[in-house]
């Protein structure tokens, strides 16, 4: 009897973002053989993920990227049986699949979680996490450790093996079926219209929603009570699940995250067991989970730039202005020679976009790790020059570099990944540096933070010149 057991931990919230991977195979209940390595993930590090799993951005800064183990990864899973606890580790390589455009992996999924729920009552509807699970059982492990976890799942499906006398095949038609065979259909239906369905593979998950989302809320509530969550509108020590949709940053009240989401934080490091996902990652986890549901994924939203006003002190209201409807009403008002000569710089700009020769990914790559130097050397500038000092003061330039500074490190993950074109982020290099010009000619601001503008400058525009002359290294 022979069968694998997988476990992922991510850089952040996105479950696309994984930067620990761990398999191990079975055979007769043991383990023959281990693999785990970390990922460089090409994005960002939330310092609660590093806190759970004590994975850092140094960690895996020469560790391979996804792809370049992908190969590797589906030659140990394709066509075979993998282990899994709960959703989120299936939900994650599925994911991490389409963010590098490569195909899913095909592989028989088994959850070691559906498993325990047949396997043992006191489980049924509760208390079947995994720590939970291999604390009963006695299994010993180091939690949040990807190959452990993935060892500690396959010994759970070892273990309900040997209870219930069933082959891993077995299996896959027991969880099938409901947990609780006698229940009829009319039980089944009226628990729908409650809280969660009792026969969902969620079931004994309490999910909280925070942010927009892009199904209306009431929506997805039904759909995830229809999958066996209970649908909670506050987290609390209940609370097993957090969906973080789009944050209205006006509502934030400075914070970078909601209320929701910083405790939910603040429980899981006093002991709580929470999942956070992004609204991708539960869509998809729903899709999976009951493929009726065919739910459309939504679309990453366009950047779009963001002009922040000062107000009294220690306030800023963020203002999101639709360029293109602002620049239409500008262009209405120039007369016809302004119009022409417009268009032509328009025109030669767009030549000189096109002209620029687009980079390999290995290329994009080097360019962007590069580039992510230096971001750290301007963050370093920041501690030099003691800017803090002036956030008081009303300066729109720190707030305008702040926000061109965040669209730039987005831009550089999707750069990483080959998900824009060298040309394009040239673009956007651009117009950052205009950005920021045009609000130092503004006002007359402080020597120090002249010198802290230009120097930033003076490094986008180094970045510029590095794909223009396609020299990516430092």
């Not at 909601?258 to 992004?278: D, F, P, V, Y």
């Not at 009403?329 to 016809?336: R, Y």
């Not at 290995?362 to 500038?381: G, S, Y």
Request: aromatic share 8%; net charge negative; proline share 3%.
């Amino acid at each position: 009897m022979k069968y694998l057991a997988l476990d992922v931990e991510t850089a952040n919230a996105d479950y696309s973002s994984i930067c620990q991977i761990g398999i191990a195979e079975f055979e007769n209940g043991k383990v023959i053989e281990k693999w785990s390595t970390l990922i460089n993930p090409e994005s960002y590090f939330d310092p609660f993920n590093i806190s759970i799993h004590s994975i850092s951005e140094s960690d895996v800064k020469n560790s391979p990227t996804f792809d370049k183990i992908y190969e590797e990864i589906k030659n140990r899973l394709e066509e075979k049986i993998t282990v899994h606890h709960m959703p989120f580790d299936r939900v994650a390589l599925s994911r991490v699949c389409e963010e590098y455009q490569l195909s899913p992996i095909k592989t028989k999924w088994l959850d070691s979680a559906k498993v325990t729920r047949r396997t043992w009552e006191q489980f049924a509807y509760k208390g079947y996490g995994l720590k939970n699970i291999a604390d009963f059982l006695e299994i010993k492990f180091a939690h949040h450790d990807a190959l452990q976890d993935a060892i500690a799942a396959g010994l759970i499906v070892a273990n309900a093996c040997i209870i219930k006398e069933m082959s891993i095949e077995d299996w896959f038609q027991r969880i099938g079926t409901p947990i609780n065979q006698k229940a009829s259909k009319s039980d089944y239906l009226a628990s729908i219209k409650q809280d969660g369905n009792p026969e969902g593979s969620l079931f004994g998950e309490n999910l909280v929603f925070t942010g927009a989302l892009s199904l209306p809320r009431k929506e997805a509530a039904v759909i995830a009570a229809k999958i066996g969550c209970n649908v909670l509108d506050s987290v609390t020590q209940k609370t097993t699940i957090l969906v973080v949709g789009t944050q209205d940053s006006t509502k934030l009240a400075g914070y970078e995250k909601s209320s929701k989401h910083r405790k939910a934080e603040e429980l899981i490091e006093k002991g709580n067991q929470i999942k956070i996902l992004t609204e991708k990652d539960f869509i998809k986890m729903c899709n999976d989970e009951d493929k009726e549901l065919n739910l459309g994924i939504p679309k990453s939203e366009p950047i779009e730039k963001h002009i922040k006003q000062a107000h009294p002190k220690n306030q800023s209201l963020t203002i999101e202005i639709n360029l293109t409807e602002t620049v239409a009403k500008a262009f209405n008002g120039l007369s016809k020679e302004q119009k022409e000569l417009l268009i032509q710089a328009s025109k030669k700009k767009q030549e000189f976009l096109d002209s620029i020769t687009e980079f390999s990914h290995d290329e994009k790559r080097i360019f962007a790790n590069n580039f992510q130097t230096q971001l750290e050397k301007i963050e370093t500038a920041l501690d030099g020059f003691e800017i803090e000092s002036y956030e008081d003061d009303d300066l729109g330039i720190l707030f305008t570099i702040e926000s061109e500074i965040d669209q730039l490190t987005e831009m550089n993950f999707d750069l990483m990944k080959n998900k824009i074109t060298i040309s394009k982020f040239y673009e956007q290099l651009d117009s950052s540096v205009d950005f920021i010009e045009s609000d130092l000619e503004e006002d007359d601001y402080p020597n120090k933070v002249k010198e802290y503008v230009r120097t930033i400058i003076n490094e986008l525009n180094k970045a510029k010149e590095r794909i223009t002359t396609r020299q990516h290294h430092v």
